[in-house]
């Protein structure tokens, strides 16, 4: 795993992380409970952050603090009286038949084309420009990078159909 | 750009519903009388689906790695020691 040594999230991290394992102590639960609770949290902070959707009304660390107490009570359904966070289905399992289809799909997917799955997720997950993205892969100019994701997308689509069709 | 991706292109405006009222409109007719439009635009969301997927399996992975390597400072793993004593 490389990580880039600036990386703000790292530093909200140290500094949110311990609060929030003393607040699960408190509350009763391990530490495995509290660290999954806060990458959710953290989750859906990045998430929001990259779609330009997140409204802080306070620190982040505050917000990451807040969100990662409704995850923990969530998890454990101590919480079905609090309204989720938006973006809370980060956290939530999918209906087990689908999320076992996925998975096959998704690792038929990771063997036939990583470099297109990187660039999608850069386009629609980063919310990277496509100048920046361009830049990222190689391309031309935003005209290329712009029909490369198409055909990714693509590829995408018809893997999809080729492995339904096998399934079938 | 060849015309199978400006579809593509279509597709992926009437998903993240950046159409128009008007386009949304005319779309949506296409949509009910083409079965192999409703079928690749139903393909698409699988995708988008997928990506969402790999995205966050990839950032899940990104974060985890960051509090492995928070762990590997004496003054954080204390911390988290005396905590969970």
Partial sequence: ?168 | MRSDLNEIAQIDQYLFRQFSEEEGKRFEARLSMNDALAEKVEAQRLAHRLIRLYSRKKERGRIEGIYQQLLEEPAFAHQLKTIFI
């Fill in chain 1, 1 to 168: 795993m490389t990580l880039e040594y600036d990386d703000p999230i790292i530093e909200l991290y140290r500094e949110s992380f311990p609060d929030f394992a003393r607040m699960v102590r408190r509350m009763g639960g391990s530490l495995e409970e509290a660290k999954d609770s806060f990458h959710d949290a953290l989750l859906i902070y990045l998430e929001k952050g990259k779609a330009g959707k997140l409204q802080l009304h306070s620190s982040p660390r505050a917000y990451l603090l807040g969100t990662a107490k409704i995850c923990w009570l969530h998890a454990q359904k101590k919480g079905a009286m609090l309204s989720l966070p938006e973006g809370f289905e980060a956290a939530t399992p999918e209906d087990p038949d689908t999320e076992e289809r996925e998975k096959k799909l998704l690792d038929s997917l990771q063997k036939s084309g990583k470099k297109c799955l990187e660039l999608l997720k850069a386009f629609y997950y980063d919310h990277c420009s496509m100048d920046h993205i361009a830049g990222r892969f190689g391309f031309k100019g935003r005209r290329s990078a712009t029909v490369q994701k198409y055909k990714c997308l693509e590829k995408v689509r018809k893997e999809i159909k080729i492995t339904e069709i096998y399934a079938q």
